[in-house]
C-alpha cells in the first residue's frame, strides 16, 4: 500500500495546487480519454472541475442516478454543471442499485452491493465502452484513514485495500484530491470557481440515502427516508450545524392515530456540531424546533409514528447510521 501524504490547510496554495494538478492530469492521461462520475458532493464537483479544465473534451462526466439520491438531486447537480459548460450525462440506474440492494440488511453487505453495482455493472460498462483508459475519483485523504483503520468501508476506496483495478475492472483510477482532507478540498472548489452551493455543501455519504436505511434498502423505505430527510433539510436550513440527517429504523413501533392503533415506522432525526466528521458532538437544537419537526415528519411522511433525536456524540455513535 502506498504511502499518501497529507497537504495540510496551512500548507496548500488553492491556485498552484490547481495549477499542478492540472499539469499531471494532462501528462497522464496524454492523448487518452478519462472519465468521472459526479455525485454533486464537493469531493466528485471538484474532481469534474479540475478535469474538465485539464482535459476539456478528453473528459466524459456521468451523474448516476442510483435512486438513492435525496429529492431532485441528481437534474439539480447536472444542470449546474452544464450551466458551468461541463457537459453531464446523466444515467437511470435505479433498477440496478435496487435490484442488487434486494433482501440485504447488513450495513457491510450494503455497502459492498453498491460499489459492485457501481464500478462493475453501470459505471464501470460506460467505462469499458467508453473506451476510457482512466477513471477520475474524489477520494480525500479521511476516505483512506477511516477505511484504513477499518472504521468504515468508505465506498471510493479501492487501491487502499490492495485491489487492483486495472485488473479488477480494467482502468486506472486516479485520485488527485487524495492528499487533502475536507475543508481543503473546500478551499480548492472555491478557486475553481464552483458556487458555495457546492463548496460549502454539508457532507453527504457516497451510498447516499441507503447509509440512513437501517435494513433493507427497498424503493418505498428509501422514499421515505428521502421525504424526512426534504423536511430536516428544510426546517434545519438556518441552523449552524455540521451536517443534519433523518434515519429509518428498522423496528416498527405501536403509534395512535385517530384513536386507533398505528403500527409504523420511527424515524430519527440526527443533527451534528464537528470541525472534520472524525469525531462530533449533537447539536444543542431548541425543543421548540424539535417538536416542529416531530410534527411536520409524522404528519407528512406516510406511516412515521414516531421521531426521536440522538444526543449520542461520536464515538461511540458514527455520524449516519449504518
Ligand atoms: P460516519 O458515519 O463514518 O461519517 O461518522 C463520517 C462522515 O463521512 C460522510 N460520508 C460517509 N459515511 N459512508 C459513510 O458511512 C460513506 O460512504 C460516506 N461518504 C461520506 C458522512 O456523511 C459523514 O459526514
Not at 442510483?66 to 429529492?71: D, E, I, K, S, V
Not at 450525462?89 to 433498477?95: E, H
Not at 433523518?246 to 413501533?253: F, Q, S
Not at 411522511?301 to 447510521?321: H, R, W
Amino acid at each position: 500500500m502506498a504511502k499518501i501524504k497529507e497537504i495540510t490547510l496551512k500548507q496548500l496554495n488553492p491556485r498552484s495546487f490547481i495549477d499542478q494538478q492540472i499539469q499531471e492530469l494532462r501528462r497522464t492521461v496524454g492523448n487518452s480519454l478519462a472519465v468521472n462520475a459526479l455525485s454533486g458532493g464537493v469531493d466528485s464537483s471538484t474532481v469534474t472541475m479540475l478535469a474538465h479544465r485539464a482535459l476539456g473534451p478528453q473528459l466524459k462526466t456521468y451523474f448516476i442516478d442510483h435512486g438513492l439520491m435525496r429529492a431532485g438531486e441528481p437534474q439539480r447537480v447536472a444542470a449546474l454543471f452544464r450551466k458551468m459548460g461541463v457537459p453531464v450525462t446523466l444515467v437511470d440506474g435505479r433498477q440496478e442499485f435496487f435490484r442488487v440492494l434486494k433482501g440485504k440488511v447488513d450495513p457491510e453487505k450494503k455497502r459492498q452491493a453498491i460499489t459492485d453495482a457501481f464500478y462493475q455493472d453501470v459505471f464501470g460498462k460506460l467505462v469499458r465502452t467508453s473506451k476510457a483508459r482512466f477513471l477520475l475519483q474524489g477520494t480525500i485523504y479521511t476516505d483512506v484513514e477511516e477505511t484504513v483503520a477499518g472504521i468504515k468501508r468508505q465506498h471510493n476506496i479501492l487501491a487502499q485495500l490492495g485491489i487492483d483495478t486495472q485488473k479488477a475492472y480494467g482502468y486506472t483510477v486516479l485520485e488527485p484530491l487524495i492528499e487533502l482532507r475536507k475543508p481543503a478540498v473546500r478551499m480548492v472548489a472555491k478557486a475553481l470557481g464552483l458556487p458555495p452551493s457546492v463548496y460549502a455543501r454539508p457532507p453527504f455519504p457516497g451510498p447516499a440515502l441507503t447509509a440512513r436505511v437501517i435494513g433493507e434498502a427497498t424503493p418505498a423505505r428509501i422514499e421515505l427516508v428521502r421525504q424526512a430527510t426534504a423536511v430536516v433539510e428544510e426546517e434545519l436550513a438556518r441552523v449552524k450545524c455540521f451536517q443534519c440527517l433523518a434515519i429509518l429504523h428498522e423496528d416498527k413501533v405501536t403509534g395512535i392515530r385517530n384513536g386507533r392503533r398505528d403500527f409504523g415506522y420511527q424515524i430519527e432525526v440526527r443533527c451534528w456540531d464537528s470541525q472534520d466528521a472524525v469525531t462530533a458532538t449533537p447539536t444543542n437544537l431548541p425543543f421548540p424546533v424539535l417538536t416542529r419537526l416531530a410534527k411536520r415528519i409524522t404528519a407528512e411522511v406516510p406511516g412515521v409514528v414516531s421521531v426521536t433525536y440522538n444526543v449520542t456524540a461520536k464515538p461511540p455513535s458514527t455520524i449516519e447510521a449504518v
